[in-house]
């Protein structure tokens, strides 16, 4: 009997981690949750590109401008559309993270809500460019993996020095071949 309730706790306690996703992993959201898997099933109410950004709150420009790699994010919602980051993993090309990945990803006010009193697991990966950002919601079904639910871009905000030195040299060409 005590080796069946050593087993049952093991292998709960190996069933719940294995639902968290990425390398970070956080114990401050609930165990239970439904993963999306086949369509996007919770919207951000200020749209996708907002999302972006509140998730970036407090990154100076200067570092978004520069900044290159991916955010995975795993996020539980409630019912009423509060999010908890359960896991997340980055790679940026800079040694110090840029904005406070769990402090901005729990602030997250604007979800849409499960309506019931089950939580769901979202997925994203935000991958920073040179110009641009790509953004990435995925379902993932253990049976059949990782799906690309939606994808969008967005570009970086040009840096004012580079418009205009951008703005000088097309001048100049311009004068140079009157």
């Not at 981690?17 to 401050?28: C, G, I, R």
């Not at 840029?98 to 729990?106: A, L, Q, R, T, Y």
């Not at 997250?108 to 997925?123: A, M, P, V």
Request: charged letters at 30%; proline letters at 1%.
């Amino acid at each position: 009997m005590r080796i069946l309730l050593l087993l049952t706790i093991i292998f709960l306690g190996i069933n719940l981690h294995a639902q968290k996703m990425f390398k970070d992993k956080l114990d401050n959201c609930s165990p239970q949750f439904r993963l999306e898997d086949k369509s996007v099933t919770l919207q951000y109410a200020k749209g996708d590109s907002l999302l972006v950004t509140e998730i970036m709150q407090g990154a100076e420009k200067k570092h978004i401008q520069r900044l290159k790699g991916i955010l995975a994010l795993q996020i539980i919602l409630d019912s009423t559309g509060n999010s908890c980051l359960a896991s997340y993993d980055h790679r940026f090309n800079m040694l110090r993270k840029p904005f406070d990945i769990v402090e901005n990803v729990n602030a997250l006010n604007h979800w849409e809500g499960t309506g019931d009193d089950t939580y769901r697991s979202i997925f994203i990966k935000i991958y920073f460019e040179k110009k641009q950002i790509r953004f990435q919601r995925l379902g993932y079904n253990r049976n059949s993996g990782w799906t690309i639910l939606l994808m969008k871009t967005f570009m970086k905000e040009a840096d004012k020095e580079e418009e205009a030195e951008a703005t000088d040299n097309s001048i100049q060409k311009n004068n140079e071949n009157e």
